[in-house]
T-cell receptor, first 115, second 115 residues
Framework: GNSVTQMEGPVTLSEEAFLTINCTYTATGYPSLFWYVQYPGEGLQLLLK?????DKGSNKGFEATYRKETTSFHLEKGSVQVSDSAVYFC??????????????FGQGTRLTINP | DSGVTQTPKHLITATGQRVTLRCSPR?????VYWYQQSLDQGLQFLIQ???????AKGNILERFSAQQFPDLHSELNLSSLELGDSALYFCASSYPSGGTGNTIYFGEGSWLTVV
């Protein structure tokens, strides 16, 4: 079946550090891949997405590249800020029959950035 | 602001009771999704509706039911509540694009506490 595995958290970094959150997936066919972010006390927000192999999604300084050969979609940011502290979810979407669609999420990685 | 509106934001109720969570999708979106976020299970897909019809079903308990109305808003009904039903319930919506590149937008969630 379809599944997403993220690196376990929590992750604690200092401001301006380089961030990588690993995400690998298992899926048949060609899913779309997403990163969502959940800031404290808020809902899920789409951070970036990629719909086919070698696509790079980017937003707010974050990047992730769809790697089909390694079935990965690792999230990176060159210089993190305190305001990036949140829980990050990797997810895949694979379209099913009759237009059914669902996102399959990883377990989430809690990121804390210290000043 | 994603444009997806959920009410109520917080709800406390007793075991055995029934509650209804309401969701208004983004303007123009035809699909509505319900997800449950709990500490031990992570983000779990419950159900999807498209233009009033059920399209996909996930890990939704028989005590739970949902529907999408002609004006496209949706309700999730939770009955015979148990302590373990305490969770954050997300509604999400999307406009079908015909492919897996669809972006699903999430509301801020409804916090349900069962005591």
């Amino acid at each position: 079946g379809n599944s997403v595995t993220q690196m376990e958290g929590p992750v604690t970094l200092s401001e301006e550090a380089f961030l990588t959150i690993n995400c690998t997936y298992t899926a048949t066919g060609y899913p779309s891949l997403f990163w969502y972010v959940q800031y404290p006390g808020e809902g899920l927000q789409l951070l970036l997405k990629a719909t086919k192999a070698d696509d790079k999604g980017s937003n707010k300084g974050f990047e992730a590249t769809y790697r089909k050969e390694t079935t990965s979609f690792h999230l990176e940011k060159g210089s993190v800020q305190v305001s990036d502290s949140a829980v990050y979810f990797c997810a895949l979407m694979r379209r099913q029959n009759q237009g059914a669609q669902k996102l399959v999420f990883g377990q989430g990685t809690r990121l804390t950035i210290n000043p | 602001d994603s444009g997806v509106t959920q009410t109520p934001k917080h709800l406390i109720t007793a075991t055995g009771q029934r509650v209804t969570l309401r969701c208004s999708p983004r303007s123009g979106d035809l699909s509505v999704y319900w997800y449950q976020q709990s500490l031990d299970q992570g983000l779990q897909f419950l159900i999807q509706y498209y233009n009033g019809e059920e399209r996909a079903k996930g890990n939704i308990l028989e005590r739970f039911s949902a529907q999408q109305f002609p004006d496209l808003h949706s309700e999730l009904n939770l009955s015979s509540l148990e302590l373990g039903d305490s969770a954050l319930y997300f509604c999400a919506s999307s406009y079908p694009s015909g492919g897996t590149g669809n972006t699903i937008y999430f509301g801020e969630g409804s916090w349900l506490t069962v005591v």
